[in-house]
């Protein structure tokens, strides 16, 4: 065997083997199973990094799956530029993830949990390396169904069980049209080979109409995934699951898979400019629509989910404006500083016993001096302050779409950076300027019991080692960007040195959002109320999420209620009800002939003798 | 003179009727059982009687018959004891009242 093929294979085999060893045999030993789930996160990450150091290939090792006519399936890895950053970022968070759960479910059922992460990474890094677009599909779903049961972790919880079952059926309503998009995409280019799916030669063969038509429905599935308008219901509930959960979620798995694809898909998606329109549209709306949500929210937890799907907007819209680059760097860097301000959010959470910001602030949240500093650094690295990485990353995508961008969709970036900036720091400052007069009452106040005993000090150290690391990552991964560029396409030339000129908007604009948000929730004396509270129309719009679960209830859900009714109409009247027939005829049968016997004996003995004299005969007469 | 096969046969079937009579008339157990041992011996004579006048080869008619032997001491043993049960849980042998196995 290759270096090279026994890296991948340990890379995305060596989460499995800990699922199956932790999932069988240490489903009552807590201490054993996170040992071996931290032991195959280790062994994966190592492996995906000395498989970054390799470098690219361009290549895939793959081997024949399923042979059908002149169809060839080939299952393999794929290790191109992409890839390899991904599933470093993926096997980086997902060890870092499982780390801070030893602190934080340390009074929960770990058995179960370390397990299921481990499934989880497994599930995810081979999706990422996958080099079939069937297998990744695969893994896709696999990685949808481990975030079903990550979510609904706290089954016995009625909220988190309705969570996780929103969060499977949203998004598997994408997920037809992705699967639809495959068969077409198969019918018409005859494989599924991502290299070959993405060559000139191929998409110049596909009619334009049937390009379209293809994309789009590839996208559907996008949108559920990374939690796009209008299916991004499920990613805000999807919440109820523990904060760990939340925090891969979010970073580096699931909602990153949909643009992922997207990323590995980019040449096909560029080819055709109606899905490019499409795409924009929906990003650069739904970039600002969930930032409206995020700034009248509350809980800590929700706002972080509303700025997940903004911030995977950002990316689809990097990735639409043709910048691969700048897609996958804000990815990359969104996957640090995400994971970083889930895992502060849940310190704060474990710590306080409560989700509610002002409850967190009221409470002495700023105490805890390294989860305060990770949730500011990586607020400001998602508010896209300089120097922190994700000012980069969101100013390669700015400077993407303003090169030939169309006016309004540039408008609604900037709107939406703006609102990013405002609703972060109104976070940073609701936790760290609490302020007992002002107007905001916390929707959900701490518990009595967790004041005063551990109200000083910070969380244990397997909670704090993550979100060092992360700090760290998240401050610096900003310079890797000729690093990721050089791993993407070693061929091209250096994506465009901005000059600070060209930057100054999207500086200015994230400061006039930091310092606004300041005003009205971090300066002495600060009303704490938003600006949006001017409009209390507005604000109650943005607060129940423009009503769109509400408008899910009242049509689809209704829609859906009606069928099933029927259905189970016709199932109750018509096919139970038919082989309930077939038994009662069946039973009558039997007691009417029961009759016949009459238990004397020589009555039977008679009956045989008759038979056997009339079978002889009937026997004779045949001769 | 010689005997002719017919005479046996005759016989065998009067031994067999009686049997059978026996065995759907008598309403004692043992009476129906004594029937059988009937049925079986008319059976057996007829072996033989073809035996001795049709086959060539004479043991094969004998071994059966020596079979039949067996099998009806075996049977009449086992249907005693089943009898036996029956007497001494229902005080009766009786056929007529033996009837818990009917279907309704």
Known sequence: MSPTLTAILICTFAPLAAFFVTYTVMRNRPKASAFFSLAGGFASLAAALALLKAGPIAEPLRYAWLTSGETNLFFGFLLDGPNLLMGTIVAFIALMIQIYSLGDMAKEEQGRFFPLLSFFAWSMLSFVYSSNLLQTFIFWELVGLASFLLIGFWYRKPSAEAAAKKAFIMTRIGDVGLFIGLILLMQTTGHLDIVHLNSPETIAAIPGGRLTLITLLLFSGIVGKSAQFPLHTWLPDAMEGPTPVSALLHSATMVAAGVFLFARFHPLFLASPTTIDVVLSIATFTAVFSSTMAMVALDMKRVLAYSSISQLSFMLIGLAAGNLFAGVFHLATHAFFKALLFLSAGSFIHHHGTNDMVAIGRNGGRSMRWTTLGLIVGGAALAGLPPLSGFWSKEAIIGALTVGGVPVFIALTYAAAFLTAYYTFRMICLVLFPNPNGQLQPDEPAPASSGDHHHHGDSPWTMLLPIVLLTIASAAAGYFGFFVDQTLDANRELAHHASWGDMAPAIGIALFGAILAWVEYGRKGASQTGFVSRLPMLQQLFKNGWYVDEFYQRTFAKVVEGISVVSAKIEDKGIDASTDEVGKATIAFGYSSASTQSGYLQFYVATAIVLIAVLCYVAGMGS | ?104
């Not at chain 2, 009687?49 to 001491?73: M, S």
């Open chain 2, 1 to 104: 003179m010689s005997i002719h096969l017919h005479f046996f046969l005759l016989l065998s079937l009067l031994i067999f009727t009686i049997g059978i009579y026996g065995v759907l008339i008598r309403r004692n157990l043992i009476g129906i059982l004594i029937g059988v041992e009937l049925m079986l011996n008319a059976a057996s004579l007829n072996f033989l009687a073809f035996n001795r006048y049709v086959v060539t080869d004479p043991a094969v008619g004998q071994i059966i018959v020596l079979f039949i032997i067996g099998l009806a001491a075996a049977e009449a043993a086992i249907l005693l004891s089943i009898i036996l049960r029956v007497y001494r849980s229902h005080r009766n042998i009786d056929a007529d009242s033996l009837t818990e196995m009917r279907g309704r």
